[in-house]
Nanobody, 132 residues
């Protein structure tokens, strides 16, 4: 079982930046998991934002490419999402999630972004509001 706790959400002006953090606790080794960020906004479907495996292979949702950067600290069991050049449409609840995968498995990383329901373990979410 993996427990995930997100933090770092808040309100920010359009054009600004914010960094989200997801702390993982598990009896298993953190490097055995691919990690992903999803977001949910009112009236919109859940959207895959960014994902990566333990070796650093990444994939991003089309709407955030070039603006968001996902990273992880395997020694601290922490996942990050650096969000720059924020837009009002980035407003939403951001969730981190995890699923077991092998290192350097880009196919799984990509699948986690394009299928927002595939991950097994989920956090409770942190809210990001981007004001105009």
């Amino acid at each position: 079982r993996v427990q995930l706790v997100e933090s770092g959400g808040g309100e920010v002006q359009a054009g600004g930046s914010i960094r989200l953090t997801c702390k993982s606790s598990s009896g298993d080794n953190y490097i055995n998991y691919c990690m992903v960020w999803y977001r949910e906004a009112p009236g919109k479907e859940r959207e895959g934002v960014a994902a990566l495996d333990s070796d650093g292979s990444t994939d991003y949702g089309t709407s955030v490419k070039g603006r968001f950067t996902v990273s992880r600290d395997n020694a601290k069991n922490i996942l990050y999402l650096q969000m720059n050049s924020l837009k009002t449409e980035d407003t939403g609840m951001y969730f981190c999630a995890a699923d077991k995968c092998n290192p350097s498995d880009y196919d799984v990383v990509h699948a986690m972004v394009v299928n927002p329901n595939v991950a097994t373990y989920w956090g409770q979410g942190t809210k990001v509001t981007v004001a105009s």
